[in-house]
């Protein structure tokens, strides 16, 4: 139901967001820091960049003697992907809940999906796409909206259920509609074992401090309940 919406809501947006990326506070010091540490040494890996958005992660990636393959349903996102990333890389127009077409098995060793896993509903395809691709011992990176942290933000009812939600986003230009699914905790962490991956660290992160100076008033909220959280996965 929500993935049109979605693809609609991201091409829109895509333009802002790729002015805006290098420097806005929940993605540059809140999320980047904290999933790029969890990803560790890239050197020489070739990673998967699962709904890669206006292909930011590609440029630190490629700045870090990485290879990179971007995937995104929205073709605006892709085309700044492409801008960003010249030369470099192959970016792709796909929906990550379809087979990974375009991926050879057991080609990459790291497959990271940063904050985009709250617009699917069934993980399932998904999950085994990304075991499909990566290498024997590979890795999945994964950050995703803390389920304890949507819970209270859309005011649900019942934690159990895995409910489309919708909020409006102020912080990229014109406000814009954005559509997603909040889930438990339990159906972050089981889909990805019940698809072969073994979780091997999981982080509520905290934001860096230049977060502080952009917007006091989140740094202090993120220093005391995550909005986020990161999960490192092996094959
Ligand atoms: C919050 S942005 C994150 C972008 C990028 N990963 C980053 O962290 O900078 C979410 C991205 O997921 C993409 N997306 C949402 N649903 C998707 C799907 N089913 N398949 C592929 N991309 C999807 C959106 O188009 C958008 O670019």
Same mark, same amino acid.
């Given at each position: 139901?929500?993935?049109?919406?979605?693809?609609?809501?991201?091409?829109?947006?895509?333009?802002?967001?790729?002015?805006?990326?290098?420097?806005?506070?929940?993605?540059?010091?809140?999320?980047?820091?904290?999933?790029?540490?969890?990803?560790?040494?890239?050197?020489?890996?070739?990673?998967?960049?699962?709904?890669?958005?206006?292909?930011?992660?590609?440029?630190?990636?490629?700045?870090?003697?990485?290879?990179?393959?971007?995937?995104?349903?929205?073709?605006?996102?892709?085309?700044?992907?492409?801008?960003?990333?010249? !030369?470099?890389?192959?970016?792709?127009?796909?929906?990550?809940?379809?087979?990974?077409?375009?991926?050879?098995?057991?080609?990459?060793?790291?497959?990271?999906?940063?904050?985009?896993?709250?617009?699917?509903?069934?993980?399932?395809?998904?999950?085994?796409?990304?075991?499909?691709?990566?290498?024997?011992?590979?890795?999945?990176?994964?950050?995703?909206?803390?389920?304890?942290?949507?819970?209270?933000?859309? !005011?649900?009812?019942?934690?159990? !259920?895995?409910?489309?939600?919708?909020?409006?986003?102020?912080?990229?230009?014109?406000?814009?509609?954005?559509?997603?699914?909040?889930?438990?905790?339990?159906?972050?962490?089981?889909?990805?074992?019940?698809?072969?991956?073994?979780?091997?660290?999981?982080?509520?992160?905290?934001?860096?401090?230049?977060?502080? !100076?952009?917007?006091?008033?989140?740094?202090?909220?993120?220093?005391?309940?995550?909005?986020?959280?990161?999960?490192?996965?092996?094959?």
């Amino acid at each position: 139901m929500n993935t049109t919406k979605i693809k609609t809501a991201y091409n829109k947006l895509a333009k802002d967001y790729n002015r805006l990326i290098d420097h806005k506070p929940h993605n540059a010091y809140y999320d980047r820091p904290n999933t790029l540490k969890l990803i560790g040494d890239v050197t020489n890996k070739h990673i998967l960049d699962a709904a890669c958005g206006p292909g930011k992660y590609a440029e630190i990636l490629f700045s870090k003697k990485a290879t990179v393959v971007g995937l995104d349903i929205s073709k605006e996102m892709i085309k700044y992907a492409k801008e960003r990333n010249e !030369n470099r890389g192959d970016f792709y127009i796909h929906d990550i809940q379809e087979p990974l077409s375009m991926c050879k098995s057991e080609t990459f060793d790291i497959v990271l999906c940063a904050l985009a896993m709250h617009y699917i509903k069934d993980w399932k395809i998904t999950l085994q796409e990304f075991y499909r691709v990566l290498k024997p011992n590979g890795e999945l990176i994964i950050s995703i909206e803390h389920p304890f942290f949507e819970y209270q933000y859309y !005011n649900s009812e019942i934690y159990f !259920n895995i409910e489309p939600v919708q909020c409006t986003w102020t912080g990229f230009g014109t406000p814009i509609e954005i559509y997603s699914y909040r889930r438990s905790l339990q159906d972050c962490i089981n889909p990805l074992i019940e698809n072969g991956f073994s979780i091997s660290k999981l982080i509520e992160p905290k934001p860096v401090k230049e977060f502080k !100076n952009l917007d006091p008033k989140h740094y202090e909220e993120l220093n005391q309940f995550p909005a986020f959280m990161c999960i490192k996965a092996k094959k």
